[in-house]
Nanobody
């Protein structure tokens, strides 16, 4: 069982930055691939970024490439999403998710992730 708690959301002006954190419980964080997803009003939940258990592989949605960076610190049981050059269309509730996987695996699929946090609101004003 893994429990995930997101933090770091808030209100920011367009062009600004935020760093989201996802703190995980348990002793085997390094065995889980991690993902960030977002859910905006009127839209379906969508993939943002994913990272492998060891942190060696990562994937991004096209709409965040070059602006967002996913990372993890396995010693601190925490994953991060650094968000730069934020746009109003980035406004959403951001969720982190975890799934036990082999060391190099990254997944973009919502259905692959077993554990989810409660989400943190990110609002970008124009």
């Amino acid at each position: 069982q893994v429990q995930l708690v997101e933090s770091g959301g808030g209100l920011v002006q367009a062009g600004g930055s935020l760093r989201l954190s996802c703190a995980a419980s348990g002793r085997t964080f390094s065995a889980y691939r991690m993902g960030w997803f977002r859910h905006a009003p009127g839209k379906e939940r969508e993939f943002v970024a994913g990272i492998s258990p060891t942190g060696g592989n990562s994937r991004y949605a096209d709409f965040v490439k070059g602006r967002f960076t996913i990372s993890r610190d396995n010693a601190r049981n925490t994953a991060y999403l650094q968000m730069n050059s934020l746009r109003p269309e980035d406004t959403a509730v951001y969720y982190c998710a975890a799934d036990r996987a082999y060391f190099g695996s990254v997944s973009l699929a919502i259905s692959d992730y077993e554990y989810w946090g409660q989400g943190t609101q990110v609002t970008v004003s124009s």
